[in-house]
């Protein structure tokens, strides 16, 4: 009696250390995600890029600083983590956008997301940059490589942190 009391008294005590074990990782967000998980994260950070990229035509780097800084405030502070957009603030000629009238970028699209648990994740696609005549007859003037690293901030939103372009695609 005495022999099955203590293995159920230790099997009691792992129990309990398995499960606070598991509601520590838990709540330091140190669990392995399930796959609709991943997939839904994977998803909404795509659309965190895509929106992104439809905003960069809206940006105007040509703009009076003053006017720069407004529309970069404007268009990316819901996109962009406080820090990346104080840069770009401090530093308007550092953020992207449009260059010229035309061609200006139209969208991102997104290669590839990959996510380091769910917590971070990061972004290859390229931005499409067009003019009149790509807009009404599709396809692409160009093609520049974009890189992005997005965090979730402490609401569970995806932010974007860093931004890459290359140089422009031949």
Known sequence: ?????????????VLTLVVATALSARAEGRVCASEPDLAAAKKAVAA???EFGSRLKLVSLLAPEDVLRRDI???????VTPELLNKWLDDPTAAPGRLTSSPWPECIAVDEV???????????GHIVWVTSVELAEGGAYAHQAVCMELVRDE??????HKVCIAAWDD
Not at 1 to 13: D, K, Q, S, Y
Not at 73 to 79: G, T
Not at 155 to 160: D, E, L
């Open 114 to 124: 990959k996510l380091d648990g769910t917590t971070r994740a990061w972004i290859r």
């Open 155 to 160: 609401h569970g939103a995806w932010r974007i």
């Open 1 to 13: 009696m005495l022999v099955r009391r203590t293995r159920v008294t230790v099997f009691l005590i």
């Open 48 to 50: 965190v890029a895509r």
């Open 73 to 79: 405030e404007e268009h990316f502070v819901d996109l």
